[in-house]
């Protein structure tokens, strides 16, 4: 996969020479790709703003970024399928029982387009000055994008909530993936298992798979008052099953207690009870499904929106440092670099090597020095922003 680069050198002879070399050095060794990045001149305003601008920038960079991240995590969370329906079994070694996780089809093919339209979108930037108007100062404009985010952010988590909320609660209440004594029996037990008038009552009580014998030789006599021959096994998984017995219902404590003694759980179960949770059930169900697809909608179109702020933003650290790096009148040009992550490191050398005379101690800068808007440990002789594209992948890797 591959990652963008933002940067920006004057226009003097030198580094325009420097710019030609590197053009002439990527096509050759196809290191990289080159683009003209093109940003409208923009109200300088005094010094003192635009330091303070620049520091104001960089923590707006950050932020934007990791709401960017949160909100492409949230899409690829309600977008994934169930663990169960996104899990297939492989042979690996003779073992079928090794399961890996898989990119979901719809999943991975809609962050495949994103992708390719973002970075389509980086590639052919045009400022958007019905936007971002560029008769405003350069703190206005921060203001905007500023807000921009704030408001996704927080409208993320309530949105976010809301959905969990409802998710949670239909998971405690339809609850399939636990173990027989505490999974839903929704679908397996039915009215007609159970008998239950003026003086009988039914009981569901779940046998370990190796206690089966044991529990036929037995459970009769726990009471007196149990129905003979009345177990019947309802339903079955790996470690055991749920058999139903028919006793009267003044015997129901003392059975419990022998049950107990053997091992053997009683499970207490209402039928009318289950029949009120279906409903709410089949309501949270609605409610889930409708909440889901206003969701998705929503983070799709804020997570597109939100990197096309951030572009804008990088454009706005990019210009704000080509003043304050190389002075008055604006005089530098932009430029914006994709190359492969595994040729990254060479691709900066390339670029120190060819704009060291920018600032030739670039290098041995020392990291106490205080540089408005850069990280210090990433000072170099030009002007450099990342632009990572890692949040919009799906990764594949084993579900451990």
Known sequence: MSDFCLISVPLDKTSLTSVEKLKR?????????CWRFTIPDLKVGILDSLL?????????????ESVLKKTCQCL?????????????????????????????????????????????????????????????????????????????????RSRSAA????????QSLDNQNGNLQTRSLNGIVSKDDLVVSEYLTTLLVVVSRGSYLQWERSYESFSVFVVPRSSRKLTEDREGAIFAVTLFKRAVCDFKAKALQSKFVVREYSFDVEEKKQLEIVKL???????????VRWLKVNLTQLFMAWIHLKALRVFVESVLRYGLPVNYQAFLLETDRKRSKKLKEELNSLFVHLDPTASTKDVSYDIPGLCQQDYSSYICFHISTSVLEISEKPDT
């Open 76 to 156: 690829k969370e309600v977008m994934e399928p169930p663990r169960d329906k996104a899990q297939e079994s492989i042979l690996v070694n003779g073992d079928l029982s090794v399961s890996q996780r898989v990119a979901p089809a719809p999943l991975k093919a809609y962050f495949s387009s994103l992708r390719e339209n973002l970075m389509n979108y980086v590639t052919k930037f045009q400022w958007d000055k019905s936007k971002y108007p560029t008769a405003l100062p350069l703190s206005t404009l921060a203001d905007i994008i500023n807000k921009e985010v704030s408001l996704v952010e927080t409208e993320l």
């Open 52 to 64: 303070s601008v620049s520091d104001r920038l960089s923590k707006l960079d950050m932020l934007t």
């Open 163 to 170: 959905y969990g909320g409802v998710k949670a609660s239909l």
């Open 285 to 295: 169900s609605v409610q889930k499904k409708e909440q889901h697809g206003i969701l």
């Open 25 to 33: 050095s990527i096509k050759k060794t196809h290191m990289a790709s």
